[in-house]
């Protein structure tokens, strides 16, 4: 048998198999272990201590801290082209960079599976298995890759191209809006926030940018001083990639004054929604800036004090700063248009770019599903006229392969659609290749239906 194709259940059996005094553990107790002094995961029901592992990590410390204390089975394994199962097996392997078994375990046993950690962001929904479909998008994608050459992270030169662009253009709108009071400038921050934080920051935190730490430093720190915290988008957004619009998924499932996903709770005042949504909406990316801290400093004990101390240094200097001095320096009207302008371009931008990537397609909650169905079913994928919008929008129009594949590269996301297309045609799981007009279609005929209570 292929190793790229090692069987996850199978592998599970054989570990259980190897050791059977390992002791039991369940969700609460695994969920304790959720950091940098105390760090375990699970795999296919086997858990393991990474706390020495760490900083031995080829994709880096920070991509692990965000899953701490979780089950990391079918996120892990498809960031990688063989299962990471083919050396967690090996004695070697794991003593050599500090990795021990220390337990089995304990399937769901309440009602609501979901919820297995003792925070939110460290719920996990457990699959259906075994996942023919994904093993073979894994084992011919990956074997695609390595075939034609193509790069798995981007390249250095690529990589500062990116940097240099993206924090000359913030700086100008920084400079242009707050500094000389030009409005055009704030209205042009949002598409310009929106790309660099999609496109660089994005891509820096699912592991898919450079290899180079300093470099990935610089990017994923677009985040904070465009105004959010990457380590507190980056544990949110690994929930929403482990089960996307599910009860689990913290960045579509909090209830809110708007219902824009099936999964959220519905209240009578969301008939109103079509009515005030637009009004509601823009308020998205001043509030944003505020939890996005407090969660960073204050709520997610993964995040590390150097990171902590990294927010706060960006988003000072890149963000706080400019908007104070620009209430110094012009007068209070101009900096209030201003600062209205800005929020209202990343809130609006952000919702017909970032907010529409799934369309109004979901599977029931309670489904029983292997995760790579959950991952089509639940995105897709639409179609732009201007090769320099995807290459700005970082590819991310190509949602689904980016669901089944988060840690590439963007610029492959293109090259292996065809294959992915081939492949859910193959197991009968609808592929969506839409255009964008259609999908905004989509999205508001679902914001209309879940404001009136429809499912």
Request: with cysteine; charged share 20%.
């Amino acid at each position: 048998m292929n190793a790229n194709s090692v069987p996850t259940d199978r592998v599970a059996a054989e570990t259980r198999e190897s050791d059977p005094s390992l002791p039991w553990m369940d969700y609460a107790e695994l969920g304790r272990h959720n950091h940098s002094k105390s760090a375990f995961v699970a795999y296919n029901g086997v858990i393991y201590d990474v706390t020495r592992f760490l900083d031995k990590h080829p994709g880096g410390k920070p991509i692990i801290l965000t899953a701490l204390g979780t089950d990391i089975t079918n996120t892990l394994d498809s960031f990688h082209d063989v299962h990471v199962s083919k050396f967690l097996l090996a004695e070697e392997f794991r003593s050599r960079n500090g990795i021990a078994v220390v337990g089995r375990l304990l399937p769901g046993t309440n009602e609501d599976h979901n919820w297995i950690g003792l925070h939110d962001y460290q719920s996990r929904r457990e699959y259906q298995v075994p996942d023919p479909m994904g093993d073979e998008l894994r084992r011919e994608v990956f074997g695609f890759l390595r075939r034609e050459k193509l790069p798995l992270k981007k390249s250095l030169p690529e990589c500062i191209v990116l940097l240099v662009l993206f924090y000359a253009l913030y700086i100008a709108c920084l400079y242009f809006g707050f500094i000389k009071g030009y409005w055009i400038a704030c209205v042009a921050m949002g598409p310009v926030a929106t790309f660099m934080a999609v496109n660089v920051g994005h891509t820096v935190t699912h592991g898919g940018f450079s290899n180079y730490p300093l470099v990935n430093v610089l990017g994923r720190s677009l985040w904070d001083a465009g105004g959010y915290a990457s380590c507190c988008w980056d544990i949110e957004h690994q929930a929403h990639h482990q089960a996307p619009h599910t009860s689990i998924d913290l960045q579509t499932a909090p209830s809110t004054g708007l219902r824009f996903f099936e999964h959220q709770r519905a209240s009578w005042f969301h008939r109103y929604q079509m009515y005030y949504m637009w009004f509601l909406f823009i308020f998205y990316s001043p509030a944003s800036w505020i939890t996005h801290s407090y969660n960073t400093l204050f709520k997610y004990p993964s995040v590390l004090r150097s990171d902590k101390t990294l927010h706060i240094g960006f988003k000072l200097f890149g963000f706080l700063l400019p908007i104070t001095l620009s209430f110094c320096l012009l007068p209070l009207g101009t900096s209030l248009r201003n600062l209205f302008f800005f929020a209202i371009s990343m809130s609006y931008f952000s919702l017909f770019t970032l907010f529409i990537q799934h369309e109004d397609s979901y599977l029931p909650e309670d489904e029983k599903e292997p995760w790579s169905v959950r991952q089509v079913v639940t995105s897709v994928s639409w179609r732009s006229r201007s090769a320099l919008f995807e290459w700005l929008f970082g590819y991310f129009n190509f949602h689904i392969e980016h669901h089944l594949f988060p840690g590439l590269n963007p610029s492959v996301y293109p090259k292996i659609q065809p294959l992915v297309k081939a492949i859910c045609k193959r197991h009968h799981v609808r592929y969506k290749d839409i255009t964008y007009l259609e999908l905004v279609s989509s999205q508001v005929r679902a914001w209309r239906r879940y404001a009136i209570g429809g499912n």
